[in-house]
């Protein structure tokens, strides 16, 4: 296998080197998170690079994630569901008739390719406020593939600027809303079911209202603000712990636009705070006036149970080993 491989011993190719797009990426992006089409930075291989993207894999995340996707990213026939993979190309629907960009004729591969990226741009388009509120802001697809499809385009505006144009293109969403926010209007929701239905309605509202499940801390009254000059910055971003420096000219909801899920705590100014789900499938917390240090922090009590569970059999299995050391001396 070596002796015929491209790169081979010693010399072996790194499969994550970074490319001259993902290095434009990591410069520009910050904390807004890209997505890929067409084999272009998939959901590992961005992961791999440090890039945040906006795919998932079913099998790993909660039911509110798949119902937020199917109701609010996903375009599918009726009677259908998503596959398996989403934006990856497998296991997707067929294709939607869109129409083609060149009266040129093109190879099958290509019609694919052509149908595919029109299918993405498609649901992008018709779903845009609901990929603004995670926060897409970069759009990779392959060089050859335009974002901004003549007939998919509103009064024929392109509203994706292409910002990057070589190896592959990069399309910018200006729509796109902070990965953290501060809202202060709110919308109660009854149920989980109810709640996903106000954020269908909503759409760009998000930006400035807060659906939630639970109730805030009595006497806050949720109203909308105009003239909020309210700031959220993420100081620092990993995998199991968060940082953001919230200034909050009136008290209102820190959201960021991260997973709600089990076994994230949240701490403003190092006392315990109230997490909710917002919109259905993100996280917040509420701030009073003023400056904030907020820490959103990953700590599953079945991650204790298990030190617990380790701890003890160490244990046992040490005083097996003195009880045995003692009989044989």
């Not at 990426?25 to 807004?32: F, I, P, T, V």
């Not at 296991?91 to 960009?101: A, C, K, V």
């Not at 909050?248 to 997973?259: A, K, M, Y």
């Amino acid at each position: 296998i070596d002796a015929y491989a491209y790169y081979g011993f010693p010399d072996r190719h790194d499969p994550f080197t970074e490319a001259p797009y993902v290095k434009y990426l990591k410069n520009l992006a910050g904390h807004s998170r890209v997505m890929g089409s067409e084999g272009v930075l998939m959901p590992n291989f961005a992961s791999a690079l440090g890039l945040q993207d906006v795919h998932y894999i079913n099998t790993i995340t909660p039911s509110w994630l798949h119902e937020y996707v199917e109701r609010n990213l996903y375009i599918t026939k009726p009677g259908t569901t998503s596959g398996s993979f989403w934006f990856t190309g497998i296991g997707r629907l067929g294709t939607l008739n869109f129409p083609e960009i060149s009266s040129e004729p093109v190879s099958e591969d290509m019609k694919k390719t052509l149908d595919n990226a029109h299918r993405v741009e498609r649901e992008v388009r018709m779903k845009l406020p609901f990929y603004s509120l995670l926060g897409l802001k970069y759009i990779v697809l392959p060089n050859h593939v335009s974002f901004n499809t003549f007939g998919l385009r509103e009064n024929n505006e392109a509203i994706f600027p292409l910002i990057y144009h070589d190896e592959v293109s990069i399309y910018e969403n200006p729509e796109a809303f902070p990965r953290a926010f501060i809202t202060h209007e709110v919308k109660y929701a009854g149920s989980y079911q109810e709640a996903q239905d106000l954020v269908s309605e909503l759409g760009f509202d998000l930006r400035h209202t807060a659906v939630l499940e639970e109730a805030l801390p009595a006497g806050y009254t949720g109203e909308a603000r105009h003239t909020d000059h309210s700031t959220a910055l993420i100081k620092q971003y990993g995998p199991s712990k968060v940082i953001v420096e919230a200034h909050v000219d009136s008290p209102g909801v820190l959201v960021l636009s991260d997973l709600y899920y089990p076994g994230w705590k949240a701490y403003v100014d190092g006392k315990p705070a109230r997490l909710y789900r917002v919109d259905g499938v993100i996280r917040g917390v509420f701030v009073q006036e003023g400056g904030h240090t907020v820490v959103f922090h990953y700590s599953p009590t079945s991650f204790k149970y298990g030190l617990i569970a380790f701890a003890l059999g160490l244990t046992v299995c040490c005083g097996c080993l003195w009880i045995g050391s003692r009989r044989f001396a």
